[in-house]
């Protein structure tokens, strides 16, 4: 089946935000996963004006990945790693990071309840949000 789109509106972005992960948060917020090592970050973004409210600059060595948002919490899942991180979408300060069995980071989505993540093949897991755990179906 061919889906086709319609472009409706156009909003400025950051053209040197390396973007893995995005999401629309409501009330003009949208939160990104930026990639590329000593790059990556984290970033809250102003939708109408594309200006970086909040950011946090990642580890080196990290590769920023997919991002989904569930409740007040961020998840985010970084490239070639097990390693992925939780952040609290009010205070980036407040961070934890956790570990998964997929092979790789890639996608990050949620329906509200559970998180689905993708790892470059062909496969989808769904993950609890509270252990990290796989849930089998
Ligand atoms: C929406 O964003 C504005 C500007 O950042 C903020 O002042 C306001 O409190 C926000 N409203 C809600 C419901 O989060
Ligand atoms: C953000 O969280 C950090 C770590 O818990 C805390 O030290 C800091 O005061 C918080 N900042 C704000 C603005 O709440």
């Known amino acids: ?11 400025p972005h950051d053209p040197e935000a390396f973007t893995q992960g995005l999401l629309y948060a409501g009330n003009d917020t949208l939160f990104e996963s930026t990639g590329l090592y000593h790059q990556s970050s984290v970033r ?11 950011q946090h600059q990642m580890d080196g060595h990290m590769f ?5 948002l569930l409740d007040d919490r961020l998840f985010q899942v970084t490239w070639l790693k097990n390693d992925g991180f939780i952040y609290d979408r009010h205070n980036f300060s407040k961070r934890e990071s956790f570990t998964h069995k997929m092979r790789d980071g890639w996608g990050l989505a949620t329906d509200g309840k559970i998180l689905f993540g993708s790892d470059g093949t062909s496969k989808l897991y769904q993950l609890d949000p509270i252990s990290l755990e796989g849930i089998l179906s």
């Open 64 to 68: 920023g990945e997919g991002l989904t």
């Open 1 to 11: 089946r061919f889906y086709s789109f319609d472009l409706v509106r156009e909003y």
């Open 44 to 54: 809250k973004v102003d939708l109408q004006t594309g200006k970086v409210l909040d």
